[in-house]
Nanobody, 123 residues
Framework: QLQLVESGGGLVQPGGSLTLSCAASGYPSGDYGIGWFRQAPGKEREGLIC????????YYADSVKGRFTISSDNAKNMVYLRMNSLKPEDTAVYYC????????????????WGQGTQVTVSS
C-alpha cells in the first residue's frame, strides 16, 4: 500500500524559507493528486496546494500564493513544498496527502496521509 513520509520541518525565523519533502513508497497508475495541508492548534486542517499526475499546480489557499510552490520528482517519487517569506501564522503541522483522483481542496477526499511535520516560524 502506498505510504507517505514528510520531512524537512523545523524552526525558522520570520522571512525565512523552508522546503518540505514528501516521499511516496510508489506512485500508482491512473489519475491522482498529492496535496499539502496544514493544521495549526485549534484550527481546522487547511488545504494549501496540490499537484496532479499531469503536474497541474492548484492553489487552494490565498494566504500562500506567491510564497509557496509545489513540485515533484516522479523518478524519485518525491513531492516538495517550497515555502518562502514565512510568517508566524504559517506555524502548523504540515501534511502531504494522496487521493485517487485529480486534486481537490477537501481534506476528507484524500485517502492516504503522512504523519506530518512541524513547522514553527518564530524569532
Amino acid at each position: 500500500q502506498l505510504q507517505l513520509v514528510e520531512s524537512g520541518g523545523g524552526l525558522v525565523q520570520p522571512g525565512g524559507s523552508l522546503t518540505l519533502s514528501c516521499a511516496a513508497s510508489g506512485y500508482p497508475s491512473g489519475d491522482y493528486g498529492i496535496g499539502w495541508f496544514r493544521q495549526a492548534p485549534g484550527k481546522e486542517r487547511e488545504g494549501l496546494i496540490c499537484i496532479s499526475r499531469y503536474d497541474d499546480n492548484i492553489y487552494y489557499a490565498d494566504s500562500v500564493k506567491g510564497r509557496f510552490t509545489i513540485s515533484s520528482d516522479n523518478a524519485k517519487n518525491m513531492v516538495y513544498l517550497r515555502m518562502n517569506s514565512l510568517k508566524p501564522e504559517d506555524t502548523a503541522v504540515y501534511y502531504c496527502a494522496f487521493r485517487w483522483a485529480n486534486c481537490s481542496p477537501r481534506a476528507e477526499s484524500y485517502n492516504i496521509w503522512g504523519q506530518g511535520t512541524q513547522v514553527t516560524v518564530s524569532s
